[in-house]
């Protein structure tokens, strides 16, 4: 008896689990479809089945190209991700270790900032990037991802630098280690799996930045966010080919994404599950 | 060598004042151990003696050597953690290794001691091993590895054996003591446990509120508790602490009477009671009584005494082991 409600239990689950995954994936799976339809197609109304042509690409990568928004999505969401980590593992750790009164109170306000409405500041910020001339620069993009994405990146290695014992610090100190060799020989290597898991969530976060690079951007330093972009406009609306843009921007993290779940779901779990 | 000298040392966090001002003199090859409630500040004590934490005040010597303003790397002491604070991403061996890796002792150096450490611990075939694929004996067993590889001039134990089951416990306090007989370093032990502290000390420092109340010999703080708080800190169970009419016929404001000083009768004796619990351990029995005109008095037989509860029965205090308190708490000698 016990067994069959527990059986219908995991089946009813599973079903559910199993909707609710499909929900949140179609909006990738339909733009997935659509970009194998043809445009008449694409603007027909909705439909699952495509005709499945794969001109949309050739057609994307003719207008535009391909390689150049990728290769600015690689260099300013790696670039501004390993800048986070440089200044934030320092403050993490100081934070972590060494706390003050008021050290509950920083990373709040640090968390505080992501909730502004980033349009507050986009037109002093607008007009600073211009007058330093960074506009359409990969370096003034990946600074301001940085900042945009560092109070995450404090406080998820906060969270868990916060997770190692402090008594194992003693211990490296008792046993005669200098600051320098408790980071490196000590610190590190039982911090890893949390550095890597915060690389990874901020990579995928600046990849996926989409306010700021296409309102910095034109051309030079345009990622794939204002690559898909730039396909809904002047011309009109071209369903199939955004489809074909969209896909192609976001196969690569997706694909990231999957390879590295079990650090990410750790790593976004961490603290609050054990 | 390892003597240690405590010179009006004192510890303030913020408001608190954990330690007001302490004096303190560990002798070379002396075990003692530091005991009392928890919050007592003998955990706070013993970080000041590591360097681990800084002293608001006074100093500490070690060796005559004052090294107050030392690291604590630089103290030559190793400690033991309650937690272990073993590293985990290293096998046993270069968690042994780890103190002497830091030292920049040759490789072959390394391995011998690490060896020959591993062979006192019974650590051989586990050396290859992560601290998690060990049991908890086993990783206590490394962190003391760990300390005896560096060869300190003291060892400091943090409640080391307080995360073991009561059988390890057992085990591991005979193993630490033996190690300290064959080793005769200098060891100071913090403990709550009063058996601990009992068993494994050549002298016990006890201590409430960040002030040591008394230091002896486990016997002596056994015999003649300076005051009421050792009293009924020090003994196994507790000594019964009897105020009103009987402490004034000793001439004391409280009198106190450890269980195992009470003679124990179905017949006759000074105090009659009702058996209110009866705890049979076997070698020993244990009975609570509720005495008439004293009040609720735990006795201590050896062997099995055949009484429940309700049963009536009837209690004599030992004439000579009496300890009588004055109104301060303090004990008056005879």
């Known amino acids: ?274 | 060598m390892g003597s240690i000298t405590l010179n009006k040392v004192s510890k303030t966090f913020g408001e608190a004042k954990v330690i007001p001002s302490i004096d303190l003199e560990i002798h070379d090859g002396e075990f003692v151990v530091f005991v009392g409630p928890s919050g007592c500040g003998k955990s706070t004590l013993l970080r000041l003696i590591a360097g681990l934490e800084d002293v608001t005040g006074g100093s500490i010597m070690i060796d005559g050597k004052d090294v107050t303003e030392n690291a604590p790397a630089e103290r030559g002491l190793a400690m033991v953690f309650q937690s272990y604070a073993l590293y985990p991403h290293m096998s046993v061996r270069n968690n042994i290794a780890f103190p002497l890796k830091m030292a920049k002792l040759d490789k072959a150096a390394i391995d011998r001691k690490v060896e020959d450490a591993a062979r006192v611990l019974n650590l051989t075939d586990y050396l290859e091993r992560r601290p998690s694929q060990l049991s908890g004996g086993q990783r206590q067993r490394v962190a003391i590895g760990r300390a005896i590889v560096r060869e300190p001039s003291a060892f400091l134990f943090d409640e080391p054996l307080s995360n073991l089951d009561a059988a390890l416990r057992g085990t591991m306090r005979l193993e630490i003591s033996q190690l300290h007989h064959q080793l005769k370093t200098t060891m100071v032990y913090v403990t709550h446990d009063q058996v601990e502290a009992m068993t494994m000390a050549d002298k016990i420092v006890v201590l409430n509120r960040g002030n040591i109340e008394q230091v002896g010999s486990p016997l002596e703080l056994y015999r003649n508790p300076r005051n009421l708080f050792v009293a009924g800190f020090i003994g196994s169970p507790r000594m019964n602490l009897i105020e009103g009419a009987f402490a004034q016929s000793k001439g004391a404001s409280t009198a106190g009477v450890r269980p195992e000083h009470i003679g124990l009768s179905k017949d006759s004796g000074e105090w009659t009671g009702k058996v209110t619990v009866a705890e049979h351990l076997g070698a020993d029995t244990f009975l609570h009584v509720d005495v008439e005109g004293i009040g609720s008095i735990t006795a201590r037989c050896d062997g099995e005494f055949g009484v429940h509860h309700g049963d009536r029965i009837y209690l004599t205090p030992n004439e000579d082991r009496i300890h009588r308190f004055d109104d301060k708490g303090m004990a008056i000698r005879a």
């Open chain 1, 1 to 274: 008896m016990a067994r069959s409600v527990t059986t219908r239990h995991k089946v009813t689950a599973t079903i559910a689990a199993w909707i609710v995954a499909l929900v949140i994936f179609f909006p990738i799976l339909y733009t997935l479809i659509t970009s194998i339809k043809t445009e008449p197609e694409a603007i027909a109304g909705f439909s699952l089945i495509p005709s499945g042509t794969f001109e949309n690409y050739v057609t994307v990568q003719t207008q535009r190209d391909y390689l150049k928004p990728f290769m600015n999505s690689v260099v300013l969401s790696v670039g501004s991700t390993i800048l986070a980590l440089i200044i934030a593992i320092p403050a993490a750790w100081a934070m972590a270790f060494s706390p003050t009164k008021r050290t509950k109170d920083i990373l709040m306000w640090m968390l505080s900032t992501k909730m502004m409405p980033a349009v507050a500041v986009l037109v002093p910020i607008y007009l600073m990037f211009r007058d330093f001339g960074l506009l359409d620069s990969r370096i003034g993009l990946t600074v301001m991802l940085t900042l945009i994405n560092l109070p995450i990146v404090v406080w998820m290695l906060y969270t868990y630098f916060r997770e190692i014992p402090g008594e194992i610090l003693e211990a490296a100190r008792m046993d005669g280690a200098g600051l320098w060799q408790e980071i490196v020989y000590v610190l590190t290597p039982m911090a890893v799996p949390g550095i890597a898991s915060t690389l990874l969530l901020n990579v995928i976060l600046a990849w996926n930045e989409s306010f700021w690079t296409i309102r910095l951007t034109t051309t030079n330093a345009a990622p794939l966010t204002a690559f898909i972009a730039s396909f809904s406009s002047p011309q009109g609306l071209f369903w199939a080919k955004l489809s074909a843009a969209s896909t192609m921007a976001i196969a690569p993290i997706l694909i990231l994404g999957w390879f590295s779940q079990k650090q990410l779901v750790r790593g976004l779990t961490f603290g609050a599950v054990k």
